[in-house]
């Protein structure tokens, strides 16, 4: 079965500037007081990972707060390039990432013209984006606010648009960071059917949760994450049952060393 | 793979033109403004009060005006165009250099609404016809694309290792605006300071702006080679440091 993503012993490392002394003035104090002195740590947020995807595959990953999951997913989107190893991906695949919904939205354009912007971010053409444009509008429920700025949208139906953004792109390949059903009971179920029909079309998922209910629902496959090492690759039972054991570890063992893998300073 | 990203390019300029002029009422109108309270300022001054005996001077400034702006406007506010989409370069892959480029394009749009409304009248006010050599200006403007394209490869990258950049943008702009024949003719200057304003590279595509579009001379084979190898450098340059550096951008912008 040909591959549609795979990860041939990738690494990244991260640096973290404690004290990040930019300014002269921090500089110049850091002469004379150590604790003002910039450090430099490096902190390898993802270690030696390699694994493949298959087409029609959906794995699930799991892990601790900053054992390198969502650091993993932004790998195989190719957002961050890797400090060693390589990530492929097929060629011409549609891969779309979630990392967050409504990402480069801008609240003083309508929905429409957030449309095209969003669709153009993952690289599609405006004619193919007119042709989403019925389906985004149909299945976010939002006809009639389509020409209305996205400032005076609910948090809620900006959600749905994202969401409904997304599916209409036809991913292939799919990576998601908590994002597989957005909206109200109604809507979540409604991402639940799109999702399922994902699945008969071939599509892809790579998706990071913590929800541990819908991986044993959607999930064949599960990769449990620990320290940037993949420590469980394969049936999700089993994944299940180490992740568990890892959380219990986590409580009753010495205090949590600082992770900070995900790599996100905002 | 960068093709793909045109329409990005495109929309993401529109996107900067739409939320600059809307809720305005005379809209892109106001890239008008600019260029007119300069012409104005300028105008006055160097015909009242410090006279610089330039005939038709309102249209050599315009000349030189509207595209000394083109260029300073873009390379300030190239300075912040990766750092201020650091969110997006977190959380989606796309080409990073989309985003300069944003900014050189919506630039050049502003450039364009005041030079096709501004320069026909200046024509007509001093009752100058322009022939066909006056298209002659297009080749020149496609260099300064080239010069400015590369200047905010490079500054967009540097900005993201040190935040100083952006004020020593502002600052150098400010001084090379006097260094650049804007508002005066080279050939009144002598010695030293006229060799100094012929290192930078402005002046000769300046010259060649003025050549073609205020005295309406073809410029001469010669007179290119400076600004193409400028603009060569510049944009080979910027090029270069932006993909050296550009890895570094879902991380430290």
Redesign the interface.
């Known amino acids: 079965m040909a591959s549609e993503l795979a990860l041939e012993g990738v690494s990244k490392d991260f640096v973290l500037r404690h004290n990040r002394a930019d300014a002269l003035k921090l500089r110049f104090v850091g002469l004379f007081n150590p604790a003002y002195r910039e450090r430099l740590e490096v902190l390898p947020a993802v270690r030696d990972v390699t694994f493949e995807l298959a087409r029609g595959e959906w794995v699930g990953i799991v892990g601790r707060n900053g054992s390198g999951k969502s650091t993993l997913l932004r790998l195989m989107a190719g957002i961050l390039a890797p400090t060693r190893g390589r990530v492929r991906v097929r060629r011409e695949a549609r891969l779309v990432s979630l990392i967050e919904l409504g990402v480069g939205f801008q609240p003083e354009l309508t929905a429409v013209e957030n449309v095209f912007l969003q669709a153009s971010l993952f690289g599609i053409d405006s004619a193919r984006t007119r042709r989403m444009l019925p389906r985004v509008a149909e299945f976010s429920e939002l006809g009639s606010f389509m020409d209305v700025p996205l400032k005076s949208f609910s948090s809620g139906m900006s959600m749905r648009l994202a969401f409904s953004v997304a599916m209409a792109m036809d991913p292939e390949v799919l990576l998601l960071d908590e994002v597989l059903a957005v909206g109200d009971v109604a809507f979540q179920q409604k991402c639940m059917e799109r999702t399922e029909r994902l699945r008969q079309d071939g599509c892809t998922v790579a998706l990071v949760t913590h929800d541990l209910a819908l991986v044993e629902r959607v999930c064949a496959r599960l990769i449990v994450m620990d320290g940037g090492r993949v420590v469980h690759d394969g049936d999700v039972r089993g994944g299940l049952a180490r992740y568990q054991a890892l959380l219990s570890g986590h409580a009753a063992g010495a205090p949590p060393e600082l992770r900070l893998a995900s790599g996100s300073r905002a | 793979m960068t093709l793909?990203?045109?329409?990005?390019w495109?929309?993401?300029v529109r996107?900067d033109l739409?939320?600059k002029y809307?809720g305005s009422w005379i809209g892109v109108a106001w890239s008008l403004v600019n260029p007119l309270v300069l012409l104005a300022v300028y105008g006055l001054t160097f015909t009242y009060i410090i006279p610089l005996a330039i005939p038709r001077f309102v249209l050599f400034l315009l000349v030189g005006l509207v595209h000394w702006n083109l260029f300073a406007q873009t390379a300030v506010a190239s300075a912040g165009s990766i750092v201020d989409n650091?969110?997006?370069?977190?959380?989606?892959?796309?080409p990073a250099e989309v985003l300069p480029l944003a900014t050189v394009g919506f630039y050049l749009a502003q450039y364009a609404c005041a030079l096709v409304v501004l320069l026909p009248a200046a024509y007509l006010g001093y009752g100058v016809r322009p022939g066909w050599g006056t298209l002659g200006f297009l080749p020149l403007l496609g260099l300064q694309v080239a010069y400015m394209s590369g200047i905010a490869f490079f500054l967009s990258a540097a900005t993201v290792r040190?935040?100083d950049v952006r004020h020593f943008v502002e600052v150098a702009v400010l001084v090379l605006f006097w260094l650049t024949p804007v508002i005066y003719e080279v050939r009144t200057l002598g010695g030293d300071i006229r060799r100094l304003i012929a290192l930078n590279p402005l002046t000769p595509l300046m010259l060649g702006y003025q050549a073609v579009l205020f005295r309406g001379e073809s410029l001469p084979a010669h007179s290119w080679v400076a600004p193409a190898a400028w603009a060569a450098l510049l944009l080979g340059g910027g090029w270069a440091y932006f993909r050296r550096q550009r890895?570094r951008f879902?991380?430290d912008a």
């Open positions: 793909r990203y045109g329409p990005l495109l929309n993401l996107k739409r939320l809307q650091a969110s997006l370069l977190r959380k989606v892959r796309f040190s935040r890895w879902p991380e």
